[in-house]
């Protein structure tokens, strides 16, 4: 079923606010391959000259997946999660974040795009991270989702 871009568009996502904690910073960091001790170690991000451990880069990706259906934005639309794709993830950094800070992240979907005749749609969602009034980071998402029977 073809994608209603205007729908998509218009579509309220709610806000999610997260407590950024220091365990889930050094484990991202440890699973990312992230070797430097600034993202595990506290004493060495203060003698970095961070006030607490760093947020990882990519690390906002996983926060939206905190939602009990993180999903739910695209399923709304019609789309069946067994038909899309991971297309593209990009983030831009405004601001550092740390352990210890509580970060608001608002999506909203930007565009939607048919390739391929229809059988393809291509659904562009950014999140606005912010913390207080600080814009922290931008973080754009791609999910491709295929239209069974459009060839």
Do not use: C
């Not at 484990?27 to 060495?44: E, L, R």
């Not at 639309?77 to 067994?82: I, S």
């Amino acid at each position: 079923m073809p994608i209603d871009a205007a729908q998509a568009m218009a579509q309220e996502i709610p806000p999610l606010t997260v407590a950024v904690e220091r365990g889930r910073l050094a484990f991202f960091a440890k699973a990312t391959g992230q070797d430097d001790p600034i993202y595990s170690d506290v004493a060495a991000a203060k003698a970095a000259g961070h006030p607490d451990l760093p947020v990882p880069p990519t690390f906002f990706f996983s926060l939206e997946l905190e939602q009990s259906d993180p999903f739910a934005w695209i399923t709304s639309l019609g789309v069946d999660l067994r038909t899309i794709l991971h297309g593209e993830q990009s983030f831009t950094y405004h601001a550092m974040a740390y352990a210890g800070d509580e970060l608001v992240l608002q999506p909203r979907i930007v565009d939607v795009t048919s390739k391929k005749g229809g059988a393809l749609e291509l659904v562009t969602k950014k999140t606005t991270i912010t913390r207080g009034d600080d814009l922290i980071a931008e973080a754009r998402t791609v999910l491709i989702a295929q239209n069974k029977g459009v060839s």
